[in-house]
C-alpha cells in the first residue's frame, strides 16, 4: 500500500463512513453466526498423536495384550494425631496416635463403601473397593466359616458379611487378626491381595499400625469412547464429600484426615479454581483497563469506541472458529489475549494520530492538499498564531493515512509470521496458526476500518449537535509522561552505543540462561493451589474455596505406589523372550531401580511387575508352578536356566490371566514378546518418567537376546510435548525469518533501505532472548503451554517495532533535524505505545493473582513479554535508528 494508495482509503472510508459501518456490521453478523452454527470439539495437548517407537510400542500393547480402561479413584485415609494431638497422657497417646488400622477406622472405611452401594445413583458408577479394610474384613469372615459346621464355602464375601464379621470382634481381635493378615510369611485364606499395597511404602512389615492407609475404587464407564465419563467423575466429586463427613471435621472421633483423587476430583478443582481465580481477578483487571484506558483516552466516548471495536474482533474471532470448527485446546488460550493486546495498540494508534491530525502537530502530503474546509488557525491564551486545526473528517483522513501503512504491515508480518506453523505436523498447531493469522486480519479491518469509520460519526455527532469539543490533546503529548518520554528521546540521542551495548549484553545473557530453562511437561503443574489468605478474606461470593489437591497429588506420589492415569508405564520386549538371559536381565534391571520416579514397594522393591515377578508369585501359591521352576533351576538362584517355554506354559494352565498380563502367546503357542508394567509417581514430570522407564529398558536391553522399548501413557506424553516443543521452537524461527524477509522487502520497496527491515526485527529478539532469560530465573518452565504464550513476545514486538521505525522514517522525510525527528517519533508513537502496553500488562498481568497455575504462568509471562517488547522497542530500536543515521552520513 504506497502513501498514494493511503490517501485514497483513508478518504474512502471518511467519506463513506456510514457504509463502511452498515457493511462491516452485517460481515460481522455473517463471521458472527459461526459461534452458533459451528460444532467444536474439545482437544487436549496430551492427545495430539506422532510417530515414535513409544507410540508403536504402546499400539502394539493395546492390540495383543489389551488395556485395562478402568476408571480407578484413590482413597486416602490419614491419622494426624502423632502430629497434632493434645493427650495429656504422651505414652497413651503415642500409642493411639497415627494409626489408621484401627477397628474403628476400618468399619467406618466398610461403612463408607456401604453408603455408596445403597445410593443408586453412585453405585451404577462402582465396579468395585479394594482396601486394607476389605482385606482384613475378609479374612475375618473366612476365620468365621472356618469355625462354623458344614461344608466349606468359598465364595467372596457380601460387603454386610465383611462388616458383620469385624462388627463382632473386640478391638484386640482385630489387632490380631490384622497381624496375621499382614505377616508376610503367613497364608491366609480367602486373601489374594497383598495387603501392604494398601500401605505407605515406609511401612515396616509385620506392623499392626500405619498413619495411613489406600483404597482403589474401581469405576465402569458407560459413555461412548470419544466421550468424558462424566458419571464416573460426579461421584467422584460426590463420594469426597461423604469421605470427608466421615474422616474429616465431620467425625471428631476419628481426628484424621482423608481426601479422594481422581481424574473427577481434579476436574472439578480445576474448574473450580478457574471459576473463584476470575471472580476475584475480572473486577481488578477491569478497573484497571478502565483507569489506563481513561488516562490515556481521558474520554469515555473514545474508551466506548475501543471497547466496541474489540468486541466485534472477538465476535469474528468466535465466529471463525465455529466456521472452521476448530477444535479448542491449551495452546488456543493465547489467541483471544493476543488479539486484545492487538486491538488496544490498533485502537490507541488510529485514535491517537487522529488527535494529532485534529490538532496540526501533524502534517503530510495529504494533510498539505486539504482545504480550508479542514483546517482553521488557533491561538493560545496570549493571542500568538498557535497551529492549524483540522475538523473531525479532516483529521481523520491525515490521521488514518498517515498509521494505516505501519497498521497494514504489522498485520501482515504478524499474521504471515503466525501462520507459518501451518508446517507443523500436528494438527492443533496448524488450527492455532489458522485462528491466529484469521484474528489478526480481523483486528485490522475491525480497527483500520470500522473503529475510523465509527469514530468520525461519534465526533461529528458530539460536536455537530451537542456542541462538544472533541479536539482532544494525544497521550505523551503534554505533561509528565510527555517529560518522560522526551527524557528517553534524549537518551538515545545522546548514549546510543551504550543503550545498544547494554541491551545486547542482557539479551546474550537471556539466551544464555534459556539453555538451561526446565523444558518439562508435569501434569502437577495444572492443578490449582490454595489461596492466600488475603483472598480468603474477601466477603461473601468473592472468597474462594480451599484446594489442597496439589498437596494431595504430592502426597500419594510420596508414600503411595498409585495406580490409575499417568502412574503407570510400560516396557515392551520383543524377541528371544523365552531365553533364560531375559530372566536374569530383568532381575539386574530391577536391581538398578535408584530414587527416582518408579516407586517402590513397601518391601523396598521397585513396583514392577514382569515375567520374573509373576513367575515367582505364581510358584510360591501353586506347587506345579514351583515343581516346574526347581526342575529347570540348575543353579539355585530360583530363576530357570532351561526350557523357559515349557515353564511359561505351566504358568499359564496354572494363572492364565496373570501370564497374559506379561506374556503374549500367539495361537501357535509360541511367545511373540513380553511386557513391563512400571509404578511411578503421578506428580512427576513426564520428561523424568520417560528417562527412569528408558533407563529400565536400556539396562535389559544390554544384558538379553531382546530389544525393549518404554512406552505408556507417561512416556508418549513426554514424546508428544517434546515435539510439541521442538515444532514450536521451529516455527518460532521460521517466524523470525518471514517477518524479517517481508520487513527487508518492505522497506526496500518503499525507501530503498532493506537494513531497517533487519533493525526494525532487532528489539524484538532481544526482548524475547530478555523473557527467556526471565522465565529462567523465575524457574518458568518453557513448555509447549509457555512456548505459544511466548510468541506474544513476537506478536507484539513486531506490531509496536513497526509502528516506530515508520513513524521515525515519516518524520526524517518531513525534516532534517534528527532530534526532532525522535522526539516527535518518541513521544507520538510512543505515548501510543505505552497507552497499549499498560492497559493490556494490567489486564493481563493480574492473572498472574490467580489460583490456577496455567492462569498464573499466563499472566506474569503476558505481561513480561508485553513489557520487555515496548522496552525494547523505545530503547533500542531507536538508538539502532540513530546508530545507522550517524554510519550513513560517514560513509556519504
Avoid at 32 to 60: K, M
Avoid at 217 to 230: A, I, M, R, T
Avoid at 505 to 520: K, M, P, Q, S
Wanted: charged residues 20%; contains cysteine.
Amino acid at each position: 500500500m504506497t502513501d498514494g494508495l493511503a490517501d485514497r482509503y483513508a478518504e474512502t472510508i471518511v467519506s463513506r463512513s456510514r457504509l463502511v459501518i452498515v457493511c462491516l456490521l452485517l460481515v460481522t453478523l455473517v463471521v458472527g453466526a459461526g459461534a452458533i452454527v459451528g460444532d467444536n470439539e474439545e482437544g487436549e495437548i496430551g492427545q495430539f498423536e506422532t510417530d515414535s517407537p513409544e507410540t508403536a510400542a504402546l499400539e502394539e500393547i493395546e492390540a495383543t495384550y489389551g488395556t485395562d480402561d478402568a476408571l480407578v479413584a484413590q482413597i486416602v485415609v490419614r491419622d494426624e494425631r502423632g502430629e497434632d494431638g493434645d493427650s495429656g497422657d504422651e505414652t497413651e497417646n503415642e500409642n493411639e496416635s497415627s494409626n489408621v488400622l484401627t477397628r474403628e477406622s476400618l468399619l467406618e472405611s466398610l461403612a463408607l463403601q456401604q453408603a455408596v452401594r445403597e445410593n443408586e445413583t453412585l453405585n451404577a458408577t462402582v465396579d468395585s473397593f479394594v482396601g486394607i479394610e476389605n482385606v482384613v474384613a475378609t479374612g475375618a469372615v473366612f476365620e468365621d466359616r472356618a469355625a462354623a459346621d458344614g461344608p466349606p464355602d468359598t465364595d467372596a464375601p457380601t460387603l454386610d458379611e465383611q462388616i458383620e464379621a469385624l462388627e463382632s470382634r473386640s478391638d484386640a481381635e482385630v489387632e490380631e487378626l490384622l497381624a496375621t493378615v499382614l505377616d508376610p510369611d503367613a497364608e491366609f485364606q480367602g486373601v489374594d491381595e497383598d495387603p501392604t499395597e494398601f500401605l505407605p511404602t515406609d511401612y515396616e512389615p509385620g506392623s499392626t499400625t500405619a498413619d495411613a492407609r489406600i483404597t482403589f475404587l474401581f469405576q465402569v464407564d458407560e459413555s461412548g469412547p470419544d466421550e468424558e465419563p462424566q458419571a464416573a467423575y460426579d461421584a467422584q466429586v460426590a463420594i469426597d464429600s461423604m469421605v470427608d463427613e466421615r474422616f474429616g471435621a465431620g467425625n471428631p472421633d476419628l481426628d484424621g484426615d482423608a481426601f479422594v483423587f481422581g481424574q473427577g476430583i481434579t476436574d472439578a478443582a480445576s474448574s473450580s479454581a478457574v471459576g473463584d481465580s476470575f471472580a476475584i481477578i475480572t473486577p481488578v483487571a477491569l478497573v484497571l483497563i478502565l483507569f489506563v484506558f481513561a488516562v490515556t483516552y481521558r474520554d469515555v466516548a473514545d474508551v466506548l469506541v475501543g471497547l466496541f471495536g474489540i468486541g466485534v474482533v472477538m465476535a469474528w474471532l468466535a465466529g471463525i472458529l465455529g466456521w472452521l470448527e476448530i477444535p479448542t485446546s491449551q495452546l488456543l488460550i493465547a489467541v483471544p489475549f493476543l488479539l486484545i493486546g492487538l486491538s488496544i495498540d490498533y485502537s490507541l494508534h488510529v485514535v491517537m494520530r487522529f488527535r494529532e491530525a485534529r490538532q496540526g502537530t501533524l502534517e503530510d502530503d495529504f494533510g498539505a492538499r486539504e482545504t480550508g474546509t479542514d483546517t482553521a488557525t488557533a491561538t493560545d491564551g496570549e493571542g500568538d498564531a498557535d497551529v492549524g486545526l483540522r475538523d473531525v473528517r479532516g483529521g481523520m483522513r491525515v490521521g488514518l493515512a498517515s498509521v494505516v501503512l505501519a497498521l497494514a504491515a504489522a498485520t501482515f508480518s504478524t499474521g504471515v509470521g503466525f501462520l507459518s506453523n501451518v508446517v507443523s505436523p500436528l494438527a492443533a498447531v496448524q488450527d492455532f496458526a489458522i485462528l491466529c493469522a484469521g484474528g489478526i486480519v480481523a483486528t485490522f479491518v475491525v480497527f483500520g476500518a470500522l473503529v475510523p469509520a465509527v469514530k468520525v460519526e461519534v465526533d461529528d455527532l458530539l460536536e455537530g449537535r451537542f456542541g462538544r469539543d472533541r479536539q482532544l490533546p494525544p497521550f505523551g503529548g503534554a505533561g509528565v509522561v510527555n517529560r518522560l518520554l522526551a527524557g528517553g528521546a534524549t537518551l538515545v540521542r545522546r548514549a546510543p552505543l551504550a543503550v545498544v551495548v547494554v541491551a545486547v549484553l542482557l539479551a546474550v545473557g537471556g539466551a544464555y540462561g534459556a539453555t538451561g530453562i526446565d523444558t518439562e511437561f508435569n501434569q502437577a503443574d495444572f492443578l490449582p493451589e490454595d489461596a492466600p489468605e488475603w483472598a480468603k478474606s474477601l466477603p461473601g461470593p468473592l472468597a474462594p474455596n480451599t484446594y489442597t489437591i496439589s498437596d494431595d497429588v504430592a502426597y500419594l506420589g510420596e508414600n503411595f505406589q498409585e495406580r490409575g492415569e499417568g502412574t503407570q508405564t510400560q516396557v515392551l520386549l520383543r524377541g528371544e523372550v523365552t531365553d533364560p538371559a531375559t530372566l536374569v536381565a530383568l532381575e539386574d534391571a530391577a536391581a538398578s531401580v535408584g530414587d527416582g520416579t518408579i516407586t517402590r514397594r513397601a518391601d523396598g522393591d521397585p513396583a514392577i511387575e514382569s515375567p520374573r515377578s509373576v513367575l515367582l508369585s505364581a510358584a510360591a501359591e501353586n506347587d506345579t508352578v514351583a515343581a516346574a521352576l526347581e526342575e529347570r533351576d540348575t543353579s539355585g538362584n530360583e530363576l530357570p536356566d532351561e526350557d523357559l517355554a515349557g515353564l511359561y506354559d505351566v504358568l499359564f494352565e496354572a494363572d492364565s490371566e496373570a501370564a497374559s498380563e506379561v506374556l503374549y502367546r500367539t495361537d501357535s503357542g509360541g511367545y511373540e514378546s513380553a511386557r513391563l508394567l512400571v509404578s511411578v509417581r503421578g506428580d512427576a514430570a513426564a520428561q523424568d518418567v520417560a528417562t527412569d522407564s528408558r533407563a529400565l529398558a536400556e539396562r535389559i536391553e544390554s544384558g538379553a537376546p531382546v530389544t525393549a522399548v518404554a512406552t505408556g501413557g507417561p512416556v508418549v506424553t513426554a514424546v508428544v510435548q517434546d515435539a510439541l516443543l521442538e515444532t514450536l521452537v521451529e516455527a518460532f524461527v521460521v517466524t523470525l525469518v518471514v517477518i524479517l524477509t517481508f520487513l527487508t522487502l518492505l522497506y526496500w520497496r518503499r525507501y530503498g533501505a532493506p537494513s531497517l527491515g533487519v533493525l526494525t526485527l532487532v528489539p524484538v529478539v532481544a526482548a524475547l532472548c530478555w523473557l527467556l532469560g526471565t522465565m529462567a530465573v523465575l524457574d518458568i518452565p518453557f513448555n509447549s503451554e509457555t512456548a505459544v504464550i511466548t510468541s506474544l513476545a513476537i506478536g507484539l514486538g513486531v506490531d509496536y517495532s513497526i509502528h516506530v521505525s515508520e513513524r521515525f522514517v515519516s518524520e526524517r522525510e518531513r525534516t532534517d533535524d534528527l532530534e526532532r525527528a525522535l522526539t516527535a517519533t518518541v513521544t507520538g508513537t510512543g505515548g501510543a505505545l505505552l497507552g497499549s502496553a499498560a492497559t493490556t500488562t494490567a489486564g493481563f498481568g493480574v492473572l498472574a493473582l490467580a489460583l490456577a497455575p496455567p492462569l498464573q504462568r499466563f499472566g506474569l509471562v503476558t505481561g513480561l513479554s508485553i513489557v520487555f517488547a515496548f522496552a525494547a522497542c523505545l530503547t533500542v530500536l531507536p538508538c539502532l535508528l540513530v546508530l545507522r543515521e550517524r554510519l550513513s552520513r560517514r560513509v556519504t
